[in-house]
């Protein structure tokens, strides 16, 4: 579970995902979906992004990560409906229990930057 705020387009997103074991290493796969809504138009964006997780204290882990994105764009007034490519790059924080902190930037079709903050259930 995840909600946080984007910029270009500027709106609230709220979302899910699902974070795997180690596939090698530290490196999981951590496929995403988060819709967003403000700014005349709706953003569904579908992620399939990779993150390496590092420890930092007993408690904390950070991550880096990136990956490819498909977005579902629906706009009312001057913007139209259109299905676009998008690449993210992001790091975050989080606990071990599942709260997380995360920073991610976008390019092509993605917005351009996104705060979110959320839990990943274990």
Same mark, same amino acid.
């Given at each position: 579970?995840?909600?946080?705020?984007?910029?270009?387009?500027?709106? &609230?997103? %709220?979302?899910?995902?699902?974070?795997?074991?180690?596939?090698?290493?530290?490196?999981?796969?951590?496929?995403?979906?988060?819709? @967003?809504?403000?700014?005349?138009?709706?953003?569904?964006?579908?992620?399939?992004? &990779? @993150?390496?997780?590092?420890? %930092?204290?007993?408690?904390?882990?950070?991550?880096?990560?990136?990956?490819?994105?498909?977005?579902? %764009?629906?706009?009312?007034?001057?913007?139209?409906?259109?299905?676009?490519?998008?690449?993210?790059?992001?790091?975050?924080?989080?606990?071990?229990?599942?709260? &997380? &902190?995360?920073?991610?930037?976008?390019?092509?079709?993605?917005?351009?930057?996104?705060?979110?903050?959320?839990?990943?259930?274990?």
């Amino acid at each position: 579970m995840r909600a946080g705020l984007s910029a270009n387009p500027d709106q &609230f997103f %709220i979302g899910g995902h699902y974070v795997t074991k180690p596939l090698w290493d530290r490196l999981r796969f951590q496929p995403t979906v988060e819709a @967003g809504f403000g700014d005349d138009r709706t953003v569904v964006a579908f992620g399939m992004e &990779f @993150g390496y997780w590092m420890p %930092i204290s007993p408690g904390w882990q950070a991550y880096v990560g990136a990956g490819p994105a498909m977005n579902l %764009i629906s706009g009312n007034g001057k913007h139209g409906d259109d299905v676009g490519p998008g690449l993210n790059v992001f790091a975050g924080i989080g606990l071990r229990s599942g709260l &997380f &902190f995360e920073m991610k930037v976008g390019a092509f079709d993605s917005p351009d930057f996104k705060l979110a903050a959320g839990y990943t259930f274990r």
